[in-house]
């Protein structure tokens, strides 16, 4: 945020300087050219050489707008960035601050630490689970609709029927981040296997 609102500033001040450069320029050549013509020429001159000014002026206050405006857009767009995701199969919006928190949640988000990459752009995908129609939908952050394709600045990818895999991830991911509601639900949805134990070497021996 900070380095965006830099870089208006500097945008702002190149854009003045160069049109005081040009407006210092033009009335100093309005002054040679007042000394070395007739009056009547003179005069010609000097309403074509305001008239250009007054048409710079204008530029740079339309260019300054422009700039302005599409900070804002972006602005605003950021605002819906990871605000709400949704399944598409099923139509379900969520907020994210609490899409994993919330029991009543029909959502869960995961792996974004560790998200697929596509080699052609590097843009992080990640998975979104559904507890409603058990998919995965694979997802992306495209906060300007570069795609054209987003929805309140999210791309969606693939929908596909989860397996005990996608759980198992879920359930990973809720342990490693005490998300203990997480955990419950996807507990309800998934049977995790005991970890069988070791034997001694006595019952290796009587056992053979």
């Given amino acids: ?11 702002r001040t190149i854009l003045i300087t160069v049109h005081t450069i040009s407006i210092i320029v033009r ?31 204008g530029k740079a206050i339309s260019e300054t707008k422009n700039v302005c405006l599409t900070f804002n857009k972006g602005q605003a767009l950021r ?20 899409i994993n928190i919330r029991k009543e949640a029909t959502l869960a988000m995961y792996n974004e630490f560790n998200p697929k990459v596509r080699i052609s752009d590097g843009l992080n995908i990640y998975p979104l689970y559904c507890f409603v129609c058990k998919s995965v939908t694979e997802w992306a952050s495209d906060p300007f609709n ?5 929805f309140k600045g999210i791309e969606y990818f693939e929908t596909r029927k989860s397996n005990k895999k996608d ?10 981040f005490d998300l203990q509601i997480l955990k419950d639900k996807v507990k309800n949805k998934i049977k995790m296997k ?15």
Avoid: H
């Fill in 1 to 11: 945020m900070i380095i965006v609102r830099t870089t208006l500033k500097i945008v």
């Fill in 27 to 57: 009335i100093t050549l309005i002054e040679i050219t007042a000394f070395m013509t007739t009056k009547e020429i003179a005069g010609v001159i000097i309403i074509t050489e305001i008239s250009l000014i007054i048409r710079e002026i």
């Fill in 79 to 98: 605002k819906e960035i990871m605000k709400y995701l949704r399944c598409p199969k099923c139509n379900i919006e969520e907020k994210v601050y609490e």
């Fill in 146 to 150: 570069n795609s054209n394709k987003a």
């Fill in 167 to 176: 759980l198992k991830e879920i359930n990973a991911y809720a342990d490693t």
């Fill in 194 to 208: 005991k970890p069988k134990k070791r034997k001694s070497w006595y019952q290796k021996l009587f056992a053979d």
